[in-house]
């Protein structure tokens, strides 16, 4: 029997929580661990290769074209940008492979202690991982004294009548298409589904998007969801609330889907499928249940807040972990804080001051608990809910359809959650996540300075309407 190489930590995966633990670690043992890194797939995972990479860079295309043809200032015409949607794509596609070049591939080639191996790893017992190879035949094994899993999660594929045989994209396939199709149908409301959605809305297609429960975007406010609602359905967008899928057919180049709504059924016909219906983790061919580390009913590994799962020196962080959010981010810092508690830290996750962000225009994010969940959990709460309407620079620039809602204890005014629908959310919310983190109250806000006129200044007015009526207020009151 062939021995195992023997590292000092093995790392099963290749993405963001992958390489962030590699690079951390490295970094505590100046660069004197030696790790092994397991994995298929393209290297840096789904952020940079399926992810937030493609996506973004196919709505910021989609933007410069639906905009000029839909100008929101008195004097400017609506113009018509031409565009070659298929040299969009090979662009998406180029640029992705630039990123992924230069952020992993040549990232990781500036640490000598890490080695990478390319296949399926698995436990064959707690401190040893057999690597299985693209034939199916094993290629190696590998031990280390500690063992993190970062294998990341794939696009889970709803059971209907007729899809597979019908034929279907993912988050994960659609960037290989070449033309722009005339219609389709996203099959569900999250994230995933509204992003691809808007971008294709804006290229020209016509877009449906079904959508399970009665609202799209559940993790955030209801008057945030309904305002996005509003607005994509301004566009065109055609949204089926607390619809399903019931079967799927094919005639010729047309797609059929039977969809069931509160109104009955009905018969959509469209060109293309999209199957969003969420994420599943890579977790099943690990053979966890041999070394004793516990998962959740969807397969996801159970670990502590310090990134610990229930067999010893065995951690876990990204996609593949128990959790209520999935970010690339996210995954990074859990790599890290996984690593630094090998090292004998005790440091713990921070999921109540963890950003999360939906990229559509306008762009929707937020941070801490809903008024609903501390509600729930508390008895009551504060709220104040500042519209757009009110804002200078949302004005000026005629996007006057988002909103800024802040949630606080009533005990201390402490800020408890905060969540955005503006242009530039993703960028505001940060403000939110200090707060949240360092426990500041609305005092604290509205005693720091803001620029006027910006959209982060909304943040400050939203705080100064738990004390006053802002209608009443001239511009830069304190």
């Given amino acids: 029997m062939n021995e195992p190489e023997k590292f000092d930590l093995v790392i099963i995966g290749r993405g963001a929580a992958a390489f962030s633990a590699a690079i951390k670690a490295s970094e505590l043992s100046n660069g004197e661990m030696t790790i ?31 905009k000029p043809a839909h100008p929101r200032m008195p004097g400017l015409h609506e113009t018509q940008v031409k565009y070659d949607f298929s040299e969009i794509m090979e662009g998406l596609r180029s640029y992705v492979n630039h990123a992924r070049d230069s952020k992993y591939v040549k990232v990781i080639e500036n640490y000598s202690n890490v080695k990478l191996f390319t296949g399926l790893g698995s436990f064959l017992d707690k ?50 298409i070449r033309e722009l199709p005339e219609s389709v149908a996203i099959i569900g409301g999250g994230a995933i589904g509204l992003e691809i959605g808007q971008a294709l809305l804006h290229f020209g297609s016509k877009v449906n998007v079904i959508e399970a429960m009665d609202s799209i975007l559940p993790q955030t406010e209801p008057e945030i969801r309904d305002a996005l609602k509003k607005q994509l359905e301004s566009e065109g967008m055609r949204l089926y609330l607390k619809a399903r899928v019931s079967a799927v057919s094919q005639s010729g180049k047309w797609k059929s889907l039977d969809v069931t709504t509160h109104n009955g059924n009905e018969k959509l016909t469209v060109k293309e499928i999209i199957v969003a219906t969420g994420r599943q ?59 630094s508690n090998i090292f004998g830290e005790n440091i713990k996750i921070d999921y109540d001051s963890t950003t999360w962000a939906v990229f559509t225009n306008p762009q929707v994010a937020g941070v801490g608990m809903t008024e609903r969940e501390f509600s729930k959990k508390n008895g009551s709460c504060s709220t104040r809910t500042f519209s757009l309407d009110n804002l200078t620079k949302a004005s000026i620039v005629g ?32 403000e939110g996540a200090y707060a949240v983190r360092n426990r500041f109250t609305i005092d604290d806000i509205i005693s720091t300075s803001h620029i006027f006129p910006s959209f982060s200044e909304g943040v400050k007015l939203a705080a100064q309407s738990f004390i006053r009526d802002i209608s009443k207020m001239a511009c830069c009151v304190e």
């Fill in 36 to 66: 092994a890194m397991v994995g298929t797939g393209p290297i840096g995972g789904t952020c940079v290769n399926v992810g937030c990479v493609p996506s973004k860079y196919l709505l910021e295309a989609s933007h410069s074209v639906f």
């Fill in 127 to 176: 401190k040893t991982v057999v690597i299985t190879g693209p034939d199916g035949k094993e290629a190696g094994k590998v031990s280390g004294s500690n063992i993190l899993i970062a294998t990341g999660s794939r696009p889970s594929i709803p059971n209907i009548k007729g899809l597979s045989n019908t034929g279907f994209l993912t988050s994960d396939t659609i960037w290989e």
């Fill in 281 to 339: 983790p890579n977790t099943e061919y690990l053979n966890l249940e041999k070394v004793g580390v516990k998962t959740d009913p969807r397969g996801l590994i159970i670990t502590s807040d310090t990134m610990k799962t229930s067999a010893t020196g065995i951690y876990a962080a990204g996609d593949c972990v128990s959790k209520n959010m999935f970010l690339e981010t996210l995954a990074a810092r859990e790599g890290v804080i996984a690593v």
């Fill in 399 to 430: 996007e006057t359809e988002g909103l800024i809602k802040i949630t606080v204890d009533p005990k201390d005014n402490r800020v408890i959650g905060m969540h955005i629908m503006a242009p530039n959310a993703t960028d505001i919310i940060t």
